[in-house]
């Protein structure tokens, strides 16, 4: 008696052949983005403008990925690119921020370090190391 055994269907379908056209709209606007992104300038907002377009350029491509089961492996990977991206994309929003300070210290950094060149950026960490005090000096008086 020849018995067959029929073998269980897999929980994901096989992928051995190869799609004939390239499927859908999230594809082509993903690589859109991608390619606008990757035209970004140099500084803080060419690399914000840079990683803004390429965070939503693989935000695409995992919406893409995700519709189709085979293709589980290009679904990692863009949420492992769209992570890094994300995360670049906010420290440099943060490194933007605007800086404040109390009236005085404004009224020093408009008087003496920007005619200096003195950045936002130094003159907060001069202020931080100073604990945010301020000591007026009387004429004559000298500071070291």
């Given amino acids: 008696m020849n018995l067959t055994v029929q073998l269980a269907s897999p929980a994901l379908p096989l992928c051995e052949e190869w799609k004939e056209g390239l499927d859908g709209s999230l594809f082509h606007l993903a690589n859109i983005l991608l390619f606008l992104g990757f035209m970004g300038g140099s500084g803080f907002y060419g690399l914000l403008y ?72 130094h003159f907060g960490k001069i202020v931080a190391s100073s604990d945010g005090a301020v000591h007026t000096l009387e004429k004559g008086q000298c500071f070291a």
């Fill in 50 to 121: 840079l990683f803004t377009f390429m965070t939503l350029g693989f935000f695409c491509s995992i919406l893409w990925a995700w519709s189709d089961p085979c293709t589980s492996d290009t679904f990692l990977w863009n949420l492992a690119l769209f992570g890094v991206c994300l995360a670049q994309a906010l420290y440099i929003a943060y490194k933007l921020r605007s800086l404040t300070f109390d009236k005085d210290f404004e009224d020093l950094y408009n008087c003496m370090f920007k005619r200096l060149g003195v950045s936002l950026t």
